[in-house]
């Protein structure tokens, strides 16, 4: 019992921090990105914004003075090299299902840029390489507190079902930073809730066989660069997209979910936990 009172003191204390202090800052770099007037220091408000649950875990690691090993920063390459390979080919594989059928079931709507041709790809490629190196440390600085420190706690105390359902809400609610508050504001929620079934599935494994939260910040990055890279290479109509904006959101939905089931399902064979007594 008491060590379920430190569990969900932490648990608590990590959210406490992480959630208002991560509003905070990515409403008002949202506010200097898209405002009447772009500020310069936006930016830097937004990753320190996504940095903030890996700050939140290393303040409370040192606070608690426990070893800031127990965040599984290490990779170990020798005994998980594969993993790594894994983690990339499981990044492409979920944003080419997302996006692909996308271009030939809508074709009016959504289509491959007529200026795409194979120069502007190639330096479009270099700047997803780019933009995937600095992803990659932006998925670090999520995932070093989501995968790092908060679901190993949720799930001593929750069992995995539970922390895998509470670790979807709480990160679709972080985004809320990210997130237009308009009159489809539920709904992009409940759209986040649905993407991050396959990120939290997926990144859960990734951890569990690795022992590392890098695989799963490899597999994130993937998913945020890939997705904005498509930009490059596709023109979207948005009159059509408001048009069928729910139609075409659940074909792109559909595969995200299957994927983010098939792994549950192979964590509750392969590494369920129960919760704590």
Same mark, same amino acid.
């Given at each position: &019992?008491?060590?379920?009172?430190?569990?969900?003191?932490?648990?608590?204390? $990590?959210?406490?921090?992480?959630?208002? =202090?991560?509003?905070?800052?990515?409403?008002?770099?949202?506010?200097?990105?898209?405002?009447?007037?772009?500020?310069?220091?936006?930016?830097?408000?937004?990753?320190?914004?996504? +940095?903030?649950?890996?700050?939140?875990?290393?303040? %409370?690691?040192?606070?608690?003075?426990?070893?800031?090993?127990?965040?599984? +920063?290490?990779p170990k390459l020798q005994k998980n090299g594969l993993i790594y390979v894994?983690?990339?080919?499981?990044?492409?594989? !979920?944003?080419?299902?997302?996006?692909?059928?996308?271009?030939?079931? #809508?074709?009016?709507?959504?289509?491959?840029?007529?200026?795409?041709?194979?120069?502007? *790809? $190639?330096?479009?490629?270099?700047? !997803?390489?780019?933009?995937?190196?600095?992803? #990659? $440390?932006?998925?670090?600085?999520?995932?070093?507190?989501?995968?790092?420190?908060?679901?190993?706690? *949720?799930?001593?105390? #929750?069992?995995?079902?539970?922390?895998?359902?509470?670790?979807?809400?709480?990160?679709?609610?972080?985004?809320? *930073?990210?997130?237009?508050?308009?009159?489809?504001?539920?709904?992009?929620?409940?759209?986040?809730? =649905? &993407?991050?079934?396959?990120?939290?599935?997926?990144?859960?494994?990734?951890?569990?066989?690795?022992?590392?939260?890098?695989?799963? @910040? !490899? $597999?994130?990055?993937? %998913?945020?660069?890939?997705?904005?890279? #498509?930009?490059?290479?596709?023109? /979207?109509?948005? @009159?059509?997209?408001?048009?069928?904006?729910?139609?075409?959101?659940?074909?792109? *939905?559909?595969?995200?979910? %299957?994927?983010? !089931? =098939?792994?549950? /399902?192979? %964590?509750?064979?392969?590494?369920? &936990?129960?919760?704590?007594?």
């Amino acid at each position: &019992m008491k060590h379920n009172g430190k569990e969900k003191k932490q648990i608590f204390l $990590f959210l406490v921090i992480c959630l208002p =202090v991560t509003w905070l800052l990515g409403w008002i770099a949202y506010d200097g990105l898209f405002g009447e007037e772009v500020l310069p220091w936006a930016n830097t408000l937004h990753v320190l914004a996504c +940095f903030m649950p890996a700050l939140t875990a290393i303040f %409370l690691s040192l606070v608690t003075k426990e070893s800031l090993w127990n965040l599984q +920063f290490m990779p170990k390459l020798q005994k998980n090299g594969l993993i790594y390979v894994v983690a990339i080919v499981l990044g492409i594989l !979920v944003v080419g299902l997302e996006m692909v059928p996308t271009i030939y079931i #809508f074709p009016k709507m959504a289509s491959f840029h007529p200026e795409a041709t194979a120069e502007v *790809m $190639f330096y479009t490629i270099l700047a !997803v390489i780019s933009t995937a190196c600095i992803q #990659f $440390f932006v998925g670090m600085g999520e995932e070093l507190g989501w995968m790092g420190y908060l679901y190993p706690r *949720m799930e001593k105390l #929750f069992g995995l079902t539970g922390a895998v359902l509470l670790s979807i809400v709480i990160r679709a609610g972080w985004h809320l *930073m990210m997130t237009p508050w308009d009159e489809y504001l539920g709904y992009n929620m409940v759209m986040r809730c =649905v &993407m991050h079934i396959v990120l939290v599935c997926v990144g859960v494994w990734l951890t569990k066989k690795s022992g590392s939260v890098v695989p799963v @910040s !490899v $597999f994130h990055c993937l %998913l945020n660069g890939l997705t904005a890279a #498509f930009s490059g290479f596709m023109v /979207v109509d948005n @009159s059509l997209y408001e048009a069928n904006r729910y139609v075409v959101d659940l074909v792109q *939905m559909v595969p995200i979910v %299957l994927i983010g !089931v =098939v792994f549950f /399902v192979v %964590l509750k064979r392969k590494f369920d &936990m129960k919760p704590l007594s």
